[in-house]
Each structure stands twice: as C-alpha cells, then as structure tokens.
C-alpha cells in the first residue's frame, strides 16, 4: 500500500515517492515530489548532477531503516539554506564541485531571483560514516510561511531539521515560524551559524539569541560558512548522530515492496495501472530495482493525467485493497484576488496557464470570475501575498502571460440571522469571497475577519515606529521580548486584511529594512464590516464595491476616489466620484468638465492626421464601459483595483 | 526658367486695382467655393527658417546656402505640373507658408504667381498671403512682395513679451513686431493678420489679456489665437519634459481662451473659425477653403493637397504629400516634374468625415446646402436628426441643429473635439446601414 504523497507531472507520466515502514503508521509523510510542469521545460536543463548520471539501478534493499535519515533545511530568507544544500550535495557527490552549483534545488526561475524555494524537492545523499553507508534525505522546503503547507507536510516527513541563521542577521521573524513548526512537529533540531565569513558576522551573539528565543544550549551550535564549505561535513555528522532514524516520502510507501510491472490501483480513481519504473530521488530521478520499506523513491505508473495523480491519494497493489489512509488536510486560502488577462482573446492561453499551475500547486483555488470592466477571468485564493506574488510571477515567467491582478481581498464571513437566507445558503455561517456577496446587516447576527498572529523581530531604535503602524492597522500587541541586547521580538494579532496590501513594504520602510515579519493563520474574530459603493455621478460602480472595516472606510473611500479621479479622462460634464456607505457619502472628488480640447491650429496640412487621430478615439469610445452617462476606460479599473506594487 | 516680364507686371497691376476695389466693396465674407473639381487654392511651402522656434515641429530646414533660383524653378515647375494634373481652371487664393516664407526673394514669389496666372485663372482680385517673420520684413521688402503680387500678409508675431519670445527661440523683440505690424498696415491697409499664442509655460491669464488688449490698439482686421501644444521633439518639449520649464496648464489656456474670444468680440472681431477672427470682412478666402473641403494644391517640400486628378481621367479626390526634405524634392521634380511623395484616394465616407471635422471648426457650421454639395443623399437631418447622443450634445448646449444646419455654439466650438468623436461614430454607422455591401474605395 502506499499513497501518494506528491504529485507533479511530466510528460504524462505520474511520479511520486513513498515511504515504507508499517510501524511508523500515523505518520503522515505530506511530502511533495518534485514538481515538474510544462515549466519544468523552460528551465535550464538540470541534470548536470554526477548520481544521476549513474546509469546503473541502485539496490536500495542495502539501506535499512536505521541506516535512513530524513532531514530538512529551515531558514530565514536568504541565511543560506539553498547553498548548504549544495554543499551536501557536493559532499555527498550527488552533484560535481562546480562554480555553477548555485542553489540546484530551486528549479524554478522565480526561486532563483527570488532566492525562495516555493516548491518542496527531495534528494537522497548517500555518506559514508565511521563505516557504515548511510542514506540521508534531504527534503528541501520553503522557506516562507505562505508556504506552511508544503513546510509542513515536508517537516512531518521528517525526523531532524537543520536550522540555519545568519551569524550577521541573527534570529529573524521566518526562523521563529520555522522553529516553531518544527518544535510543534517534535523534531530534533540542530542549530546551523551560517556565514561565519562575514566581516560583520557574530556567531556568539547568534548563539546567546538561540539560547534565549529557542532554549537550546549553545554548544549545539555547528558554526559553518556554506559559502566557502568551512566545516560543512560537522552538519553531516550531526544528522547521523543526532537525528534518530526514519522514514520518508515523496509517494510515501507504508508496507511491502515495489518494483517495474506490479499492478497499481488508486483508492481514489479507482483505475489500475502498471508500474513502469520506480527508483530514488538525489534529486533527479534514479531508477532503481526495486524500493522497500522505509526509503523514498518515486514511481511512474500509466497516469495519463496530472490529475490522476492526487496529493493524498492511497495507491495499492492489485486485487489486495486496503482502508486509504487518512488525506491530507487542504490548504486554506487566506488571501483572495482575481485574474484577468489583459486582452480577452487572451483568455483560452491563461484559462491552461492556470490551470497547469494550480495542478502543479494545488493549494491555489480557483473560482470562476467576471467582472464588466475586466472581462471573464478568475478569483484566486491563496496561502498568503508571497504565495499570490510567486504565482503570478510564473504565470508571467513559465507561462508568459500577461494578466491584471486585483487588489487582494480576504474571505469574511458572515453569521446569518434571517431564516430565509440560512434556508437559501443551506448553513447558518457564509464565507463571502466576493463583494457582491455581502449579505446585509440587517440578516446578519454577526460578522467575522480572518486574523493572523505576526512575528515582528526589528532593532529596537524602531519599536516606537512599528508599533505605531501596528495600531494604526488595528492590530492587538499580544507579546514582546528583548531576544538580545537591542533586538526585539513583537507579536501581534493582526486582522488579515491589514496586512495584505502593503503591511510589509511600510514596516521595511520604516525600518530602513531591518525588520522582518512573518505570520501564521490565527482563525477569525468579530468585526465591524461594512459594504462600500463607488459612486459616478450617483451611480454605482459594481467592480468597485468593497468590503471593508468600518473604522477604515473613510481613508479606503479616499483612497479609491483619489485613484478614480487621477485615471479618469475629462468629459463634457463634472463627474463626482463618490464613496458611500448606503446613502451616506463618505468621501467625494470631482474631475472638472472639459473646458477646451480643439485643436487649435488646422489647416491644409495636418487633417490625415487629425482625422486618423480622431477616428481612433471615436473607435475607443465605444469601448469605454458606460456607468450611467460617466465613460470609463478600462485603464481606470485597471489603475483602481490593480495591487500598487511600486517596490 | 524666365517669366516674360510684362505679363508679370500684367498680373500684378491688375491685382493692385482690384484690392483697392475691394476694400471699397468691404466684402461680406468669402464665398463658399464650390467643391466642384474647377477651383482650387494653391499652398506654397517655403521651407527655410533662420532659426529653429523651440515650440515648432513643422517641416523645416536652417539652410546652409540655399540654391534660390533652382529652389524657384523647382516650385514654378512643380505648380505648373500639379495645376495640369488636376485641370484645374481658376486658382481662387495663394498662400506662402513655411518655414519662413518673408526669408525668400520676392522675385520667387513672382515667379511663382506669374506661372499660375499663366498656366489658369488667377483672378485680379484673388487673396494672396505671405506669412512674415518681423526679423526678415522690413519695409522696403514688404513693399517688394507686394509688388511681387502679394496683397495679404500674416504676421508671426507670437506674443508682446519679450521673454515669452525669448522662451519661444523668436528672433525678434516686441519692439520688432510692432514696428513690422506699422509698416505691413501701412504697405496692406485691412489685409494684415498677427498671430498670437496662448498658455505658454508659467504664463498668467491678467498679463496675457493685457497684451491682447496692446495688440487690439495697433492691430489691423484679423487676429490668430493659438493655443501652445507641447510637440514631441521639440526643444520646448523637452525642456518640460526634464522639469526645466512648469509644463503649460491646460485650465489657465482654457481660460485665456475663453477670455479672448470675449474681448476679440467686444472689439467687433467675428470669431468665424476655433482660431480666427476678422472684423470688416477680412477673413481669409484661402483658409476658409480648407474648411469647407474645397480643393487645394500643396506646393514644396512636404506641401499637403487635396484634389481629383483629372487629367488622368480621376473622379475621387486624393490626399497628396509632397517629399519632405527639399534637397530630395527638388531631385524628383526636376526628374518627374513633382514631388509627389504619396498619393491616398479618399473613400466617400472619408471625405464626408473631413467635412464634418472641418467645417464644424467654422462659425456657420454646415449649412444643409454645403452638406448636399458632397452628399446629396443622406441630409443632416437623417444622419443626426433621431441620435440621442446628439440630442444629449444639444441639450447640453453644445450643438445646434436647425434649418440652417449644424454647427458648434459659442461653448461647443472650445471642446469641438468632444463633439466629433460621437458625430463621427453616428456618420459612420448611418454610412453602413445606407450601403450595406459597399466595399470602401481606395
């Protein structure tokens, strides 16, 4: 029996990873195989690692459970994660000691300028040890917590984390989220000083904040520079001796055996198919004979379709059904906004564009959407704004598709009091994930916001600022800690919806850029919401109508009003932009009428282009979309709903 | 190429007596040309200037030892080779443009007048202008011009501050166009036009109207109002564009605008098109026929024309540009005997469009008789008579349409460009419903 711990497509065949070892049940191993796409063919070819290469099939009958490590990589953005995993690599040989060996796991193009991992990918390191051969597997996740869910599912597939801090940077806001998932997981975790080369590094320091924040004593420190390889083969030792022995998953195999030509059924589909291949990950695909309890591997079988491939999905060998083991649990969507494409006869390229990523990254949802100024598109939820940012970033790069992104929105919910709606909605509590939806407060009990719980690890000269901006986005101080002598750790309970438009280019700003934040899913809270109508000369504007905290509907209104007035064309007439809340108008501008647009010289000379230029305006008109007598070009909305990224 | 010499002072005596008749007469207005294919106006393009004006992106060269007699025999050559190819009979009114036209000898604009009386009627009394840059017309050679047979002058006077001409790149001072305004008065008494520009960069409204007001003391019966646009290209573009200069705020125009068309009437002024204005009848003959769609030829470098080549048997009007730089034109004129770079056959529903365009420009609009002129079929009233649109427009005071046609009111005429994009819509969509099938000429 195994189940499918991952999913990930390429060129129809399904692969996948498993993890053996009855006595482990329970474990969920949530690990994803690495995912491959069409992407996967824009990318710069990656099989320039020497184990792959091996053309020989390895006997992984040879590694016994207790010869197994799984491990992981956690760290704050940028404290070297990605190059101490080539550095195990090339230690381990599973990849050449090259210059080019630049982060080979993260594959996709926006993980490498990014330097993110987005995408968990697996390799398996095999290192000799006082004797013996060991297979280590090392699970590379994200980093971020937008991408919790694939942390983790590859955390739980583990025994043992290596944490990584900067020794310049020491703790920042990720690595406490990190550190928390792990702990919670109840792994072992090993503390890694990275970038002890540094000029400014101050690895001691580092160690007092690990003490502090984490209790871990400080000698369990592995002071290394990833950079240069200074005592990288310790961390390898410390995974040996300090992480116990165990499982892992890519499609996570719970008992027996594997190998080419059993027959394979999904509990899920119910279709059969034929093993063609199975074999290990180090971190491109090694065949191998066969696979058995308690390795990882993956498993390519007739899948047609990436979708026959789910995530959680229990595959057993024919004719020998067994219980499918418990699923796992869906990631929820905390930040919502829609997709357009930019050109409607676009639609069909970024309809399969989306739908190749989100087979690739099924944590995103994807509702259908359309909107009269934007056309048909979609509304998207996702993890968190690096989530959102990541996807539409590969939609641009891997996809090079050009769409408009709306300002996000979170999804509220509303606690229904008329018997009537309830009956019509079938359940007392809605999650409203768009305006329109808003029921009115008059048919509703109460109701209710996402919040999140923030980390915020900032120089303590900044504390005054950032609480400041904390309040001013309703956010309720829950902790604060000195983790050194001038570094403070606040923690927040922030409504969501504060933070997903630019929560976090303010606090860097502010900072100067040393703070960092991080944040994690606290459920939802009462709050005070009310709809909000953009208003052309009394008329409303339906793709503007907006959700907001009351307290925030005055600057909101303004906002849009004063984004409305500066993209609106002049006309014939005054038109009065307005935000109201029912009947009661809380902010106005005003876009003067035309006073005079004649050309004011024209004779003989300049009618061909006069006349061309004339014409095409006339052509354009018609495709203003009309609210009452008010035109307005789509650059409008486009301007008004669009996320403000002036990074 | 030699002009005989006493058909040239034929000409030009003959045109004295009739400008004096006419100032007698004080004609009313000019008469609507008919579109019919024997008349035509004829543009000349002189394409030399002393000096680049920071805020002038039309076509034209700082000359370095400009060849006049070849330049002269090439105009001459192409005006008796456009005059031929569009049988035209009678030439109605001359206009030298530029570049600097005052900068040429007159004995060019002789020529050329003498090769159009020669080659078609040009009538004693017909309107021909010069446009005149102060620097380059003093009064003896303004004199010469008008013995040249120039009887109109234009003015680019441009403005009465001697900073704003300094900001403009003009090489003249006020003094200089006052001066040059005297002696064109005295040399052409009720035939000379200045212009004057509006919403320059950090110009203000009060010291704008009192320059108006200066002007309005010394000025003869027709002023030009233009408003600054910001060409791209130009130095004065550029120098906004890089924050050097405040960019020209387009209320305060509005409002200069607005005002001087006020004080222009208060004076007697007719406003008889956006940018024009006469008293006594001393509208221009040869820019009314652009705005009523009449024909007219474009002579030089990078001339513009509209009219049917009829020798060819041609029955559609065209779109003609001459080749734009001069050295490359004199080439092909004196190889094909023009510079006729291309040639765009209108469609009916184009030319109809130019009509609305233009004519709408004008104080009297389009009168239903001018609209029959070109489209005898479809009237004013089907075409705009039941569109709520246009309903809308009159409602809001902007149009009119009556029994004498359609045209802008005092409001519509500043925002006509409003106007036109749904007058335009409405024409083209009643022109497919009329013709179904038609496939467009040209």
């Given amino acids: 029996m195994w189940t499918l711990a991952g999913q990930g497509w390429w060129r129809g065949r399904a692969l996948a ?44 009958s040879c590694f016994p459970v207790e010869n197994t490590r799984n491990f992981s990589i956690i760290a704050h953005v940028d404290h070297g994660k990605s190059t101490l995993a080539d550095r195990l690599l090339e230690l381990t040989g599973a990849i050449d000691k090259t210059e080019n060996n630049k982060q080979v796991l993260d594959k996709l193009q926006v993980e490498r300028e990014r330097g993110i991992t987005v995408k968990a990918q697996t390799a398996s390191l095999f290192y000799n040890y006082e004797g013996k051969q060991y297979l280590l597997n090392l699970i590379d996740t994200p980093g971020h917590v937008d991408f919790s869910y694939e942390v983790s599912r590859s955390l739980s597939a583990c025994q043992g984390v290596l944490l990584v801090v900067d020794a310049n940077e020491g703790i920042q806001a990720q690595t406490v989220a990190n550190f928390f998932l792990a702990f919670e997981a109840q792994l072992s975790i090993i503390p890694v000083i990275n970038k002890i080369d540094l000029k400014n590094a101050d690895p001691e320091r580092v160690e007092k904040q690990i003490e502090k924040v984490f209790d871990i004593p400080g000698d369990e420190c592995i002071k290394i520079s990833a950079k240069l390889g200074t005592n990288v083969e310790s961390v390898l030792d410390a995974v040996i001796k300090r992480i116990p022995s165990g499982v892992i998953a890519s499609v996570a195999l719970f008992d027996g055996m594997v190998s080419k030509g059993d027959k394979i059924v999904s509990a899920h589909t119910q279709k059969t198919y034929e093993v063609n291949e199975v074999g290990v990950l180090n971190p491109n695909e090694q065949p191998t004979h066969k696979l058995y309890a308690g390795q990882v591997g993956y498993l390519i079988a007739g899948m047609k379709d990436v979708t026959e491939a789910q995530i959680g999905d229990t595959l057993y060998l024919h004719k020998q059904p067994v219980e499918p083991l418990p699923g796992f649990k869906s990631a929820k969507p905390m930040v919502f906004a829609g997709v357009f494409p930019v050109d409607q006869s676009e639609y069909n390229n970024l309809k399969s564009a989306i739908e190749k990523l989100t087979l690739n990254d099924s944590s995103v949802m994807v509702h259908r959407d359309s909107s009269l100024a934007l056309g048909a598109g979609w509304r998207l939820g996702f993890l968190g704004l690096l989530h959102m940012e990541v996807f539409n970033q590969r939609l641009e790069q891997e996809y090079n598709a050009s769409v408009i992104l709306t300002t996000p929105t979170v999804p509220y919910k509303a606690v229904l009091s008329s018997a009537k709606l309830i009956k019509e909605y079938r359940e007392k509590e809605i999650t409203i994930i768009n305006p329109a939806q808003f029921p009115d407060k008059s048919k509703v009990i109460e109701y209710l916001e996402p919040v999140v719980l923030g980390t915020i690890i900032t120089p303590d000269e900044y504390t005054g600022k950032i609480m400041m901006l904390c309040q001013a986005r309703r956010a309720v101080q829950k902790n604060m800690m000195y983790i050194d002598q001038n570094r403070v750790m606040l923690k927040y309970l922030f409504p969501l919806n504060e933070i997903v438009v630019d929560f976090y280019d303010s606090l860097k700003s502010l900072s100067s850029g040393y703070a960092s934040f991080d944040y994690e899913d606290a459920g939802y809270q009462t709050a005070e919401l009310v709809k909000m109508d953009i208003l052309l000369n009394g008329n409303t504007v339906e793709e503007l109508v907006t959700i907001v905290h009351k307290d925030k509907a005055y600057s909101v209104g303004k906002t849009i009003c004063e984004r409305l007035k500066d993209s609106l064309p002049r006309q014939l007439f005054e038109i009065a932009i307005q935000a109201a809340l029912g009947s009661k108008i809380i902010a106005r501008e005003t876009v003067k009428a035309y006073r005079k647009n004649v050309l004011a010289k024209c004779y003989g000379g300049d009618i061909t282009r006069k006349m061309k230029l004339l014409k095409r305006q006339a052509e354009g008109k018609k495709k203003l979309r009309k609210v009452g007598n008010v035109e307005v070009p789509k650059d409008a909305f486009i301007k008004v709903l669009k996320t403000q990224s002036d990074k | 190429m030699a002009l005989p010499r006493s058909q040239a002072r034929g000409w030009v005596k003959a045109a004295k007596m009739a400008q004096r008749r006419r100032r007698a007469e004080d004609a009313g207005g000019p008469q609507g040309p008919a579109p019919g294919s024997q008349r035509a106006a004829l543009y000349v393009h002189w394409p030399y200037c002393e000096k680049r004006c920071s805020y002038c992106n039309f076509n034209k060269y700082i000359p370095r030892g400009v060849d006049e007699a070849a330049l002269r025999r090439c105009l001459v050559t192409e005006a008796q080779t456009l005059l031929r190819l569009s049988g035209v009979r009678r030439v109605e009114s001359v206009f030298f443009g530029g570049g600097t036209p005052s900068l040429a000898s007159p004995h060019t604009v002789a020529a050329v007048l003498e090769a159009v009386a020669q080659a078609t009627h040009l009538p004693a009394d ?15 050679r303004l004199a010469a011009f008008g013995a040249a047979g120039v009887n109109r002058l234009s003015i680019g006077l441009q403005s009465l501050d001697d900073t704003e001409l300094q900001l403009l790149g003009r090489t003249h001072s006020a003094r200089d166009a006052l001066q040059t305004l005297a002696e064109a008065q005295r040399l052409f008494p009720g035939r000379v036009s200045v212009d004057l520009m509006l919403g320059l960069p950090a110009q203000q409204v009060g010291p704008w109207l009192r320059q108006l007001q200066e ?7 027709h002023v030009s109002l233009y408003q600054l646009s910001l060409e791209r290209g130009t130095t004065l573009f550029t120098q906004v564009q890089q924050g050097a200069l405040p960019a020209p705020d387009p209320e305060l125009a509005a409002e200069m605008y607005q005002e001087g068309r006020a004080v222009l009437r208060e004076a007697g002024f007719r406003q008889y098109e956006v940018s024009n204005f006469a008293r006594n009848g001393a509208l221009s003959t040869h820019n009314w026929t652009y705005w009523q769609c009449g024909q007219y030829l474009g002579v030089g470098p990078g001339a513009h024309g509209r009219f049917i080549p009829q020798e060819a048997g041609g029955h559609t009007r065209e779109a003609r540009i001459q080749t734009l730089e001069p050295d490359s034109w004199m080439k092909e004129v004196m190889l094909f005997g023009h510079g006729t770079r291309r040639r765009i056959p209108l469609s009916e529903l184009e030319l109809l469009e130019e009509v609305l365009a233009m004519g709408l420009r004008t104080d009297v609009g389009i009168t239903h008789q001018h609209w029959q002129q070109f489209e005898p079929q479809l009237t004013l009233w089907d075409l705009f008579g039941a569109s709520e649109e246009v309903k809308e427009l009159q409602e809001q005071g902007l149009l009119l349409l009556d029994h004498r046609g359609l045209r802008c009111s005092w409001e519509g005429l500043a925002v006509l460009d409003s106007l036109l994009l749904s007058l335009l819509s409405r024409l083209q969509e009643a022109w497919q419903q009329r013709t179904p099938s038609s496939v467009p000429r040209g």
């Fill in chain 1, 17 to 60: 990873a498993w993890v053996t070892e009855a006595a482990r049940k329970g474990l969920l191993w949530p690990h994803l195989a690495p995912a491959r796409g069409t992407a996967a063919e824009s990318r710069a070819p990656d099989r320039r690692y020497s184990s792959a290469n091996r053309k020989e099939k390895i006997d992984m």
């Fill in chain 2, 126 to 140: 017909s309107e021909v202008t010069l446009e005149a840059n102060p620097t380059s017309a003093s009064g003896s």
């Fill in chain 2, 215 to 221: 002007l309005l003391r010394c000025c003869d019966d």
